[in-house]
C-alpha cells in the first residue's frame, strides 16, 4: 500500500483551489436545496458575513479565555443571546460546544457529577424516551451512565408515565426533545420536568435542532407546547447554532438554568508540570473561527433575519405538507411542530420512494421504526417546493405501479428489515460489498433492490458488526487496499 506522501514542492494557491473544486464533484448540491438534511443555508450575503469573520479569528485558540478576550466576550455574547431566546432568567450560565453532540455529552456529565456530589449516587442511570438522539447514548457509553430508553406513545411523542416508571435512587437525568428530530415533534417537557422536579434530578432538553427556530415560530403565532426554561424543572437546555441559527459548523450552545450546575461540566488538573489546565468543554483547544463566525451571524441577522427565515421555512413546510398530502400513497407522520417532516407510504415502500427521488437529484434520509423518509426544511427550501412535489408525485406514482406489478408475483418481499435502508449511500454501498463476501452473490445499486438480500440477512447483532466493517473501510487511507474507492 502506498500511503499518501506530502509534495516535494508546496502546490500554488490556484492549483490548491482547482483540486479542490474537483473533489466536490460528487458531493451533495445543498445551494439548490436538494438535500435535506446536514447544511442550512441562509444564502450567499449570510456565508460572506461568516466566511469574513472566520478567517479573521482562525488562528485564535479559546482555550485560554484570558489570552483572547476578544473571543471570551464573543462567546458569552452568542450564550446570552441563546439564553435569552430560550427564556434563561438571571443565574443563568452556559459554554459554547463544536456542535449538538458536544453539548448533549456536557450535559450528561454535568448530571452525573452533580449527583454524585449532592445525592453520592455511585451507579448513574438516565432516562430517555428512544426518540432522543443518539448522542445520549454515546454520551451514557462514554461516561459510564446506564441508559433506559422509553417508548414514544402513537403521537410520537415521549411516554411519560413510562419514564416515571423507571426513575429510582440511582436516576440523573431525564431527558426530552424539542422537537425530536426523526418525526420533528416536541415531546410534553412539562409532564417531563415535572418528574423530575418532583424527584429532585435534573433534566436536559435537546433543542439542538429546534432552539433557534421555535422561538421564532412562537412570534409568528403558533400554539406551541412549553419547552424551554419557562417551565418549572427544566434544568439545561442544548442549542445547536450551526443548525437553524444558520452558522458554519461547529457551534452550539449548552445553558444551564443555575450558573452553579455549570461548574461540574469544567475540568481541572492541578498537578500537570505543564502548568495548572482548566477547560470549560471537552475540547482543549477551541477554534476561535467557529465562535467568532457564529457570533456574526447571529448580530448580521438580528431578530428581525431569523423572524424572515422562519417565515420562509414555514411556508415552504406548510407547502410541502400539504402537498403530501394531497397525494395518494404517502403521509406525514405525527403532527410534526415546526419544520422536520417524516413522510412514509401508505401501501408503498418508503424506500423505494426515495430511491426513484435520489434517481431524480434529491438527497433525502431513510429512517426506522417505522420505515419513513425525513425531510428538515429550512429557508433553503423556499421556492423549490413546486419542483419537489412534482418529482415526489412521480415517483410514488411510479411506485405505487410496482407495488401493483409485485403483487401478482410469488416472491413475498421483507419490508421489516429496514435498517440496511438507512444507511449513507456509501456506508451502503461499503456494506453491501461487505455482505457480498458473506456469499451473496448479487450487490444490488439500489436500496429498494435490496429486499431479497436483506431477508437472508443474519441478526441484529451481526448487522451492526457489517456497519462497523463498513465505517471502518470508509475512513481508510487513499490508496490502502481495503478502501471502498
Ligand atoms: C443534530 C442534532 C443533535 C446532534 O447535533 P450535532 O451537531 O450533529 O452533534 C442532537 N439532537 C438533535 C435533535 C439534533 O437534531
Given at each position: 500500500m502506498n500511503l499518501p506522501q506530502l509534495p516535494e514542492q508546496g502546490l500554488s494557491c490556484k492549483r490548491l483551489a482547482t483540486l479542490m473544486e474537483s473533489f466536490r464533484a460528487e458531493d451533495a448540491d445543498w445551494r439548490a436545496g436538494r438535500?435535506?438534511?446536514m447544511v442550512f443555508n441562509p444564502g450567499e450575503e449570510a456565508w460572506q458575513v461568516a466566511r469574513d469573520a472566520y478567517t479573521r479569528f482562525m488562528a485564535e485558540n479559546a482555550l485560554n479565555p484570558s489570552a483572547f478576550p476578544s473571543l471570551r466576550r464573543m462567546e458569552q455574547e452568542c450564550v446570552g443571546m441563546t439564553a435569552s431566546l430560550l427564556h434563561g432568567a438571571a443565574g443563568t450560565a452556559g459554554s459554547m460546544t463544536s456542535g449538538g453532540t458536544e453539548s448533549i455529552m456536557l450535559a450528561v456529565k454535568t448530571a452525573r457529577d452533580w449527583a454524585a456530589k449532592t445525592r453520592g449516587v455511585s451507579r448513574p442511570e438516565m432516562i430517555a424516551p428512544v426518540t432522543a438522539h443518539p448522542a445520549f447514548d454515546k454520551a451514557a457509553h462514554y461516561f459510564g451512565v446506564k441508559m433506559q430508553h422509553t417508548p414514544h406513545d402513537s403521537d410520537y411523542r415521549a411516554d411519560v408515565q413510562a419514564m416515571r416508571e423507571l426513575?429510582?435512587?440511582?436516576?440523573?437525568l431525564v431527558v426530552g426533545s424539542a422537537p425530536q428530530y426523526a418525526q420533528g415533534v416536541i415531546d410534553p417537557i412539562e409532564q417531563i420536568a415535572a418528574l423530575a422536579a418532583e424527584h429532585g434530578i435534573l433534566c436536559h432538553v435537546d433543542a439542538c435542532i429546534g432552539g433557534f427556530l421555535l422561538p421564532f415560530v412562537e412570534e409568528l403565532g403558533a400554539e406551541l407546547p412549553r419547552w424551554d426554561f419557562r417551565v418549572p424543572g427544566v434544568t439545561s437546555i442544548s442549542c445547536d447554532l450551526h443548525k437553524f441559527g444558520y452558522t458554519p459548523k461547529g457551534a452550539s450552545v449548552l445553558v444551564y438554568r443555575d450558573r452553579r450546575l455549570r461548574r461540574h461540566q469544567f475540568h481541572v488538573y492541578t498537578d500537570w508540570p505543564g502548568g495548572i489546565y482548566a477547560s470549560p468543554t471537552m475540547a482543549g483547544t477551541r477554534p476561535g473561527g467557529a465562535i467568532a463566525a457564529a457570533w456574526a451571524m447571529l448580530n448580521y441577522q438580528g431578530r428581525a433575519g431569523y423572524l424572515q427565515m422562519a417565515r420562509e421555512t414555514l411556508t415552504a413546510t406548510q407547502r410541502i405538507v400539504d402537498g403530501i398530502a394531497a397525494t395518494e400513497g404517502i403521509k406525514v407522520l405525527g403532527e410534526p411542530d415546526m419544520s422536520i417532516v417524516a413522510l412514509a407510504g401508505e401501501g408503498v415502500n418508503s424506500y423505494a420512494i426515495g430511491d426513484e427521488m435520489q434517481a431524480r437529484g434529491w438527497h433525502i434520509d431513510r429512517q426506522q421504526f417505522p420505515a419513513s423518509l425525513h425531510l428538515t426544511i429550512s429557508r433553503g427550501h423556499y421556492g423549490i417546493e413546486d419542483a419537489f412535489l412534482a418529482d415526489l408525485g412521480e415517483a410514488v406514482e411510479i411506485c405505487r405501479k410496482q407495488v401493483l406489478r409485485r403483487a401478482v408475483e410469488t416472491a413475498t418481499v421483507k419490508l421489516s428489515s429496514g435498517a440496511a435502508y438507512v444507511l449513507p449511500d456509501k456506508l451502503f454501498g461499503a456494506m453491501s460489498r461487505a455482505a457480498a463476501r458473506l456469499g451473496s452473490e448479487a450487490v444490488p445499486k439500489r436500496s429498494a433492490a435490496m429486499y431479497g438480500m436483506m431477508a437472508e440477512l443474519p441478526a441484529r447483532g451481526e448487522l451492526e458488526e457489517l456497519v462497523l466493517d463498513a465505517l471502518d473501510r470508509l475512513n481508510t487511507l487513499p490508496g490502502d487496499s481495503e478502501s471502498t474507492e
Open positions: 438535500t435535506f438534511s426513575v429510582s435512587d440511582h436516576t440523573v
